[in-house]
Structures are given as C-alpha cells and as structure tokens.
C-alpha cells in the first residue's frame, strides 16, 4: 500500500513539474492568457469575453433606443 501511494505522489509530482518547466526554469515567463479574449482564432471570428460583449450590446442598445426615440 505504501509503495503505490508513494508511486502516485511521484507520478504527481513529476507531473505538475512537467506542467510547470518553462515557468520555473525561464526567468520572467508567465503563463498565458487563458480568457477567451486571448486567442486569436476567437478574436478573428468574432468571439469575445462575456463582459466585453454585454458591453457592445448595452453600446447598441443604447444607440438603437436613442434614434428611435428621434425619429418619433
């Protein structure tokens, strides 16, 4: 029993070190960005954070019910 449990805490261990090598051994490096905002591919098919799209919407929104309310 104590052979497999020190077995899995070494598998463990090696493998959050695994994760882990380019943020410990790089001075200055950090992970990235993991918001959808982030990412490339989202951005340049139009998909943005949740804040930043209630944003946009509250933006339009705002926009569509100013000129109603002028063409009234």
């Not at 990412?39 to 949740?50: P, T, Y």
């Not at 339009?60 to 000129?67: A, D, G, L, P, V």
Request: proline fraction near 1%; include cysteine; charged fraction near 25%.
């Amino acid at each position: 029993m104590l052979k497999i449990t020190l077995l899995t805490l070494g598998i463990i261990v090696f493998a959050m070190f695994s994760l882990c090598v380019k943020i410990i051994l790089k001075p200055g490096s950090r992970f990235g960005s993991t918001h959808i905002g982030g990412s490339k591919a989202m951005r340049d098919r139009g998909i943005h954070c949740v804040q930043s799209m209630d944003v946009i919407e509250r933006i339009e929104r705002k926009e569509r019910i100013s000129k109603r309310s002028k063409q009234l």
